[in-house]
């Protein structure tokens, strides 16, 4: 009797915690997804080729991982346009001919 109790207990309350979450990762998708695109890897751009409401009903481990993979691809994105300005005033400074 009580392990049936606990099942039905744990569930529910498992199963709010899960929507939630699942709400506030539904945010976070919303404006990851209207960000702009073209500022993640470009091979992470297929990732917008989903729809909002096909990421909705992704469990919520599977939301999470949407996000962290998008938010490092605009990471590395971010790091190697910075690397590539580096590189360039470099190059101006010491590989241009000298008046």
């Known amino acids: 009797m009580w392990t049936h109790r606990n099942e039905i207990v744990h569930e529910k309350v498992e ?5 939630r979450e699942s709400l506030k990762l539904q945010k976070e998708i919303t ?7 073209n500022q993640t890897l470009p091979i992470r ?11 909705f009903k992704k469990s919520v481990v599977e939301k999470r991982y949407w996000i962290a993979t998008l938010n490092a691809s605009r990471m590395c994105f971010k790091n190697r346009k910075n ?8 190059i101006k400074k010491f590989a241009t001919v000298p008046d």
């Open 15 to 19: 199963e709010s915690l899960n929507v």
């Open 31 to 37: 404006e990851s997804f209207n960000a702009v695109p």
């Open 45 to 55: 751009r297929y990732m917008f080729k989903d729809t909002l409401a096909n990421l």
């Open 83 to 90: 690397e590539v300005q580096n590189m360039r005033e470099i």
